[in-house]
């Protein structure tokens, strides 16, 4: 499939408040990439009993003519467009995005004729697609944040397509790009407090040395960027989260798995707890099988 140099973003009754459009729009302005909303009405809704097919579709079109007002409004240069579709909504919109560049959704949507994107539909969105998909809390405004994008590492050594999208990120924005990895010591090591000391120096130190030799080689590929590694202990969602949040951060950027015919079920336990807590917006980068 040919990638089309679009953006797309899941929008519903409560666009105005959530941060998924805003985040869409500066990055639309930033790529010159225009965007496609996508509006998702939840195909047991509209033949729910009680409820009328034509004032469902009256309320979608009402919502996708003044989003596209807001789009054109924010650059009328950019080809942007509205779509209204009818469909399981995380599905619909993993698929729908799937030749574009990126997905943005809101993570706590409210419609005004049922919850779109909340909770569980953000998190099944950033499982079934196959672009980055970007989740932006309620309210986030871009403007009010001038702190880094924080990637987070692990020791799989499949970190480049994640490390390349936050640097990419970074340098459209003129920010800092921040290294995070967060470790512990396996739970087999129950050895008295001065051992433990000990192996957990030498373990700081080891990641250390070995996340510096990684920035070092980004910092040849992207010479304009400030990069930075920060190494620390602890639990790896507390550990990302408070990065984040100490730092002001732009975006957090995490890895997903591999792509698998054989389950929906991709995201790891970190870059799921991140997701579900996070206060600024997290981008998920699956590793397709090719990028391995």
């Known amino acids: 499939m040919t990638k089309q140099p679009v953006i797309h973003v899941g929008v519903d009754g409560s666009w105005r408040d959530t941060g998924a ?10 790529r010159k990439a225009p965007l496609r909303a996508i509006h998702v009405i939840d195909e047991k809704l509209r033949y729910a009993p009680y409820w009328e097919p034509k004032v469902v579709d009256d309320a979608a079109i009402d919502l996708v003519g003044e989003v596209q007002q807001k789009m054109t409004n924010r650059d009328p240069v950019l080809d942007h467009s509205t779509d209204i579709v009818v469909g399981p909504p ?44 970007i989740v932006v809390p309620d309210g986030w405004k871009p403007a009010d944040h001038t702190g880094p994008v924080v990637v987070g590492l692990d ?23 921040r290294l995070v990895n967060v470790w512990d ?11 433990l000391a000990g192996v957990s120096d030498e373990w700081s130190r080891t990641a250390e040395e070995h996340f510096e030799a990684i920035a070092a080689q980004w910092r040849h590929k992207y010479p304009e960027l400030t990069i930075e590694v920060e190494v620390r202990r602890g639990h790896a969602v507390d550990g990302l989260i408070a990065v984040s949040e100490a730092a002001d951060a732009h975006l957090l950027v995490v890895g997903g798995r591999h792509h698998h015919k054989v389950t929906a079920v991709l995201l790891g336990s970190v870059a799921r707890g991140v997701l579900q807590h996070a206060t600024c917006p997290v981008a998920v980068i699956h590793l397709t099988k090719e990028d391995a």
């Open 21 to 30: 459009l805003e985040w869409a729009l500066q990055e639309s302005l930033i």
């Open 185 to 195: 010591l396996p739970s087999i090591y129950s050895w008295d407090a001065m051992n």
């Open 90 to 133: 995380a599905s619909t919109l993993a698929a729908l995005a799937g030749n574009g560049e990126m997905l943005v959704v809101g993570r706590r949507g409210m419609s005004t004729v049922k919850r779109l994107l909340v909770g569980s539909t953000s998190e099944a969105v950033a499982n079934l697609a196959t672009v980055p998909v």
């Open 155 to 177: 020791d799989s050594g499949d970190s480049e397509a994640a490390i390349e999208f936050a640097a990419t990120a970074a340098a459209e924005r003129h920010a800092k790009l």
